[in-house]
């Protein structure tokens, strides 16, 4: 038999892809493998995101030549962003490679390998990746084949963003934001669920827009339809733009039984002045309104943000707003990223970009404030009592089990660690005391 190995690397979008990847194989009667070098075929999906995401990409593209040099790999794909961004510049660089793919045309992979192995010649080694900015299509004949633990799952629900955030190249790759239809997700959360999914992860690059390239925005609607799915117990928002957290949102939040109080808002900056360079539509105020109203109108929420420092024109005054901010507003997660340069983006050509000594300094500063703000948060669940999935065995230390609240996205939060004897398997509900906090992660007992 056919074997195929697929690599997914970068974001839950990109875990998306790779499931879609290897249920495209599967239909052609390979066996998929997962993470290895050893096999007829294997695809690499990247990410070509920032600087950190191309250099774990071409790492692995270079594990992959190596592997062929060896014997031990017949073909090599790159497919995803980076084959997006950069195809043309790699195939020039790079002979071993057999096909770049880019973000479009995922079903269609296993027809080019099919003809790279009989032979056929291919217009060009990135005749895959298409060119232009035209929205991305979701591919809905293809049926995906999930790895990872069935009881959870990520639901994509629109591919690109209009919103052309100057430091952002995902517009340039992806093109503008095109909605799914509701009926297409729906019919895919039904099947995942019964397959196992308790819990669904719903994302977008924006994903509070989903329905506005229709003419308004039906994430409400979508929800709602979610909602109805039967052994469906957590339904997760991902990727929410202050700017599109409206009051009719939070409401609906509010009064449902499955979607979790989890707000991962990605705020980027609080000074105005650097909000402004980074063309984000909100202002200071917006955010800060925003947050009082979460608090305001549900109960207990868990909110998670991420902060770029050091973007161009971003003054020590500027960065001081930000500590001074989560000084007073803090999050159960802050995610810090130093800005990335990255070309065609607006803000790449923008003047006064911050010196690498100023922006080390300045990301080692608010990382310290962030994990001090972090610990103290994660005290306030000391001798609470929650409903948990089980995650399974801590594989360095079987004694050891990884439990999830709802307050904790998979792979990305922590865990709550469990010591108890005896524990229900995978994929099963506890309810967990939690005893102690460990760093990011907590400790419990099953009650």
Not at 12 to 28: C, H, M, Q, T, Y
Not at 203 to 223: K, M
Not at 271 to 294: A, F
Not at 433 to 441: C, E, H, R, V, W
Request: charged content about 25%; some cysteine.
């Amino acid at each position: 038999m056919k074997s195929v190995s697929i690599i997914p690397l970068g974001c839950p979008k990109n875990d998306v892809d790779s499931e879609l990847i290897a249920g495209s194989f599967r239909k052609e009667g390979y066996r998929v493998e997962w993470d290895t070098m050893s096999c007829d075929t294997v695809v690499i999906n990247t990410c070509g995101f920032i600087k950190d995401a191309i250099d774990e990409s071409l790492d692995a593209i270079m594990q992959a030549i190596k592997a062929k040099q060896e014997g031990r790999v017949k073909r090599i794909v790159v497919a995803g962003c980076l084959s997006q961004r950069f195809g043309d510049r790699l195939a020039g660089q790079l002979d071993e490679v057999d096909i770049f793919a880019g973000v479009d045309g995922i079903g269609g992979i296993p027809e080019l390998v099919r003809q790279t192995g009989a032979g056929i010649p291919l217009a060009s080694r990135t005749s895959a990746v298409p060119s232009g900015r035209s929205p991305v299509a979701y591919p809905e004949a293809v049926e995906r084949y999930r790895y990872g633990n069935a009881h959870s799952a990520y639901l994509k629900i629109a591919e690109g963003c209009s919103n052309n955030c100057s430091y952002c190249v995902i517009p340039f790759i992806k093109g503008r934001l095109k909605s799914r239809r509701t009926g297409d997700i729906v019919s895919e959360a039904k099947l995942l669920v019964d397959r196992g999914a308790v819990e669904l992860c719903i994302v977008a690059q924006d994903t509070l827009n989903y329905g506005t390239d229709r003419g308004g925005s039906e994430i409400v609607q979508l929800l709602s339809a979610l909602e109805k799915i039967r052994d469906l117990k957590w339904i997760r928002l991902n990727y929410l733009y202050p700017s599109h957290i409206t009051g009719r949102l939070l409401d609906f939040i509010a009064g449902s039984e499955k979607i979790v109080p989890y707000f991962d808002v990605p705020i980027q900056h609080i000074s105005d002045h650097v909000l402004k360079l980074m063309n984000r539509t909100t202002t200071s105020s917006d955010i800060k309104g925003v947050i009082d109203r979460i608090r305001e109108r549900i109960k207990d929420p868990f909110l998670r943000t991420t902060v770029i420092v050091g973007f161009p024109g971003e003054t020590e005054e500027n960065f001081g707003e930000l500590l001074d901010f989560f000084g007073a507003y803090p999050f159960h997660r802050i995610g810090v990223f130093p800005y990335s340069r990255e070309e065609p983006a607006p803000a790449s050509r923008l003047r006064n970009q911050v010196p690498q000594r100023s922006l080390t300094e300045r990301v080692s500063r608010i990382s310290e404030l962030a994990g001090r703000i972090m610990h103290a948060m994660a005290d306030g669940f000391i001798d609470k009592t929650y409903e948990m999935l089980i995650e399974g065995q801590d594989p360095a230390d079987p004694g050891t089990t990884f439990a999830r609240p709802w307050f904790f996205a998979p792979e990305i939060d922590g865990y709550v660690l469990l010591h108890d004897r005896t524990v229900p398997k995978k994929g099963r509900f506890a309810t967990v005391k939690i005893t102690d906090a460990i760093g990011p992660d907590l400790a419990g007992e099953i009650v």
